[in-house]
């Protein structure tokens, strides 16, 4: 392999050469350069859909869709009555998120971590042993992807070790389609649950932010949590693994998570003692 490499940039360079020679004028690009690049569109010509505008529908609502249970505030009481015995809760979460991406790859919902998931990727690309909740965003086009057409859906996953398997339900916010950070009732547009324990992740679409975009900001975001963000510290988003299954991250994690925790965030490593 090594000597293969040279060699074969050598023959790459050869050819370059002669076609300069008959085609075009010294300093100019060559064929083959006009060639590669005539068909590379740039990210922003490609990355039309993020910025697609939905209309605001609906008055503002005057309740809550999502509850939290009485019981922990991380469950959904529909599905448990009490939390999970403690040394339970990270391999029940492992299961949700790994549930979770891989679902959101097969049906082509594009989705990605974020905040304190986010710091967890960072350190380990594992969950922190002392979380108890998961955040994830999608676009907006993705959240009436989802509201669409996998509303209400269950998906289940056989797991090693747990009889049965467990399932998932893939629950959207009717509200997702009112758009206001007023609608401070319903700022989670969308759940992924484990029906056998309650627990969930929190589904936020990152939406264009119109109001400052009118002002000057074309690359302004914005979810109805009121976290403002770029198109480019998000996208391109990369590719890399979360527990162990492939997962997209925000192109600009770093910068992200120093906005969100403060760069001390990155660095140090005691928390809580
Ligand atoms: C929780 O408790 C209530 C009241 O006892 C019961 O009606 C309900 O079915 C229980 N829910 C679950 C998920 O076990
Ligand atoms: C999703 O389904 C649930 C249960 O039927 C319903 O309450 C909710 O309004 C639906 N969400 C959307 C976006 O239609």
């Known amino acids: 392999m090594h000597n293969f490499i040279p060699s074969l940039l050598g023959a790459f360079g050869v050819f370059t050469t002669t076609l300069a020679q008959v085609s075009t004028p010294p300093g100019a690009s060559t064929a083959l350069d006009r060639i590669a690049n005539a068909n590379k569109p740039t990210f922003a010509d490609v990355r039309e859909s993020v910025a697609k505008q939905y209309e605001e529908e609906g008055p503002l609502p005057t309740e809550k869709y999502f509850h939290e249970s009485r019981f922990h505030h991380h469950y959904d009481d529909r599905f448990a009555n009490s939390t999970l015995p403690e040394e339970q809760v990270i391999p029940h ?4 998120v790994q549930a979770y991406l891989k679902t959101m790859r097969a049906i082509g919902a594009e989705t990605w971590i974020m905040h304190g998931t986010l710091l967890a990727w960072w350190w380990n690309q594992k969950i922190f042993p002392w979380d108890n909740d998961l955040d994830v965003q999608v676009t907006e086009p993705t959240i009436h ?3 669409d057409y996998h509303n209400f859906t269950d998906h289940h996953f056989e797991i090693p070790g747990v009889d049965g398997g467990r399932t998932y339900l893939l629950e959207i916010n009717p509200n997702h389609v009112v758009k206001t950070t007023e609608d401070w009732l319903n700022v989670i547009d969308g759940r992924w649950i484990d029906k056998s324990s309650g ?57 992200v998570l120093r906005e969100e925790y403060g760069s001390r965030s990155l660095t140090n490593t005691e928390f809580w003692g």
């Open 93 to 96: 979460l492992i299961a949700l």
């Open 199 to 255: 627990l969930f992740i929190d589904i936020t679409a990152v939406r264009p932010d119109v109001a400052k975009r009118a002002s000057g900001h074309p690359e302004a975001l914005m979810c109805k949590d009121k976290h403002r963000y770029k198109e480019s510290d998000i996208f391109p988003l990369r590719n890399s693994y979360f527990e162990g299954v492939p997962v997209r991250i925000p192109y600009n994690y770093a910068g």
């Open 145 to 147: 992807f989802l509201a």
